[in-house]
Nanobody
Framework: QVTLVDSGGGSVQAGGSLRLSCTAS?????MGWWRQFPGGVREGVAR????????FYADSVRGRFTISLDNAKNAVYLQMDSLKPEDSATYYC??????????????????????WGQGTQVTVSS
């Protein structure tokens, strides 16, 4: 069992930045972020594999968000720049154990996630 603790959300004006953090209770090789909008729709935002390789970004955030890992701390971070009001959502840290390398992590669907964080709210005002 792995526990994920995510943090770093808050309120910011459009164009601002926030950095989300998530720490896992033990090593797990595929970590990322999903977000859930007020209407209930959930979107995969970014994912990264601890062994390197392809990094997934949703089209809606590519070029503005950067995901990174600190393997020594079992932590994943999401640097969010140039934030827009449409980025407002609850952001959830997610993790899964990949036995198939970075391809699995890159293509991970919500149904394949093994562990979820408790969520952190991001609100971007115009």
């Amino acid at each position: 069992q792995v526990t994920l603790v995510d943090s770093g959300g808050g309120s910011v004006q459009a164009g601002g930045s926030l950095r989300l953090s998530c720490t896992a209770s033990k090593s797990i090789n595929c970590m990322g972020w999903w977000r859930q909008f007020p209407g209930g729709v959930r979107e995969g935002v970014a994912r990264i594999y601890s062994g390197g390789g392809r990094v997934f970004y949703a089209d809606s955030v590519r070029g503005r968000f950067t995901i990174s890992l600190d393997n020594a701390k079992n932590a994943v971070y999401l640097q969010m720049d140039s934030l827009k009001p449409e980025d407002s959502a609850t952001y959830y840290c997610a993790a899964a154990q990949s036995h198939w390398g970075d391809d699995f992590c890159y293509g991970l669907l919500e149904a394949g996630v093994d562990y979820w964080g408790q969520g952190t709210q991001v609100t971007v005002s115009s």
